[in-house]
């Protein structure tokens, strides 16, 4: 089993809808991301958070929101959907101490979001 | 604010050597790390430079000069399995909530060809 698992993997919604990604990790790690790709443009940050009561905007974080559940679940949430939010979306784990001191992130395998 | 620029497409040969370039403007910095990603995939570590110098792991190789804001991602004996996009990101060094922040590059597309 993957140790970040996002569901769901594919997902086609449309405008003015809700929408959540989830993620859970089986890392036992501190630290979760949210982060959004488009092509040409690498990966930017949404949402992070360093610990259940620690939530952090990112580069992105308008149109969005996330809750962070648990330690190990940090879910994503499109409030009214619209389609330039139609994505590729990563859930990344990291090591408090090992990811803190390398940036090492851990990824999930990706929600496709296309917003019609 | 933090940018990153890298080519976006490079091409070589089964067998060669290619090297990935990367520079960077940020407002505070901690290190340079180097992620794989192939086609569909997720994004996955390769290595993290921190102090300037070489960093070696197997074929894969990087590079720091913090003084000059540049890195490189050094691919030898490349093989087919090689052909990902690689990103370079760059860890914040800020205050509070922002430390330990990556921030991505928009990644250099490598094709090895036979």
């Known amino acids: 089993d993957a140790d970040v698992t996002q569901t769901p993997r594919n997902r086609i919604t449309k405008t003015g809808k809700r929408i959540m990604l989830e993620c859970s990790q089986t890392k036992g790690h501190d630290r979760m991301y949210w982060y959004r790709q488009d092509p040409g443009l690498g990966l930017r940050l949404i949402y992070y958070s360093f610990d259940v009561k620690d939530i952090n905007k990112g580069e992105i974080s308008d149109g969005y929101s996330v809750s962070r559940q648990a330690q190990a679940k940090f879910s994503l949430s499109l409030e009214s959907a619209i389609p330039n939010q139609t994505a590729l979306y990563f859930c990344?784990?990291?090591?408090?101490?090992?990811?803190?001191?390398?940036?090492?992130?851990?990824f999930g395998e990706g929600s496709r979001l296309t917003v019609l | 604010g933090q940018s990153l620029e890298q080519p976006s497409e490079v091409t070589a040969v089964e067998g060669a050597i290619v090297q990935i370039n990367c520079t960077y403007q940020t407002s505070g910095f901690y290190g340079l790390s180097w992620y794989q990603q192939h086609d569909g995939g997720a994004p996955t570590f390769l290595s993290y430079?921190?102090?300037?110098g070489l960093e070696e792991t197997g074929r894969f190789s990087s590079f720091l000069s913090r003084s000059d804001s540049y890195g490189y991602l050094l691919l030898q004996e490349l093989q087919m399995k090689d052909s990902a996009s690689y990103f370079c990101?760059?860890?914040?060094?800020?205050?509070?909530?922002?430390?330990?922040?990556?921030?991505f590059g928009r990644g250099t597309q490598l094709t090895v060809w036979p």
């Open positions: 990344a784990t990291s090591d408090k101490n090992r990811g803190g001191n390398t940036g090492e992130l851990f």
């Open positions: 430079n921190a102090l300037d």
């Open positions: 990101a760059v860890r914040d060094s800020g205050r509070g909530s922002t430390l330990g922040r990556l921030y």
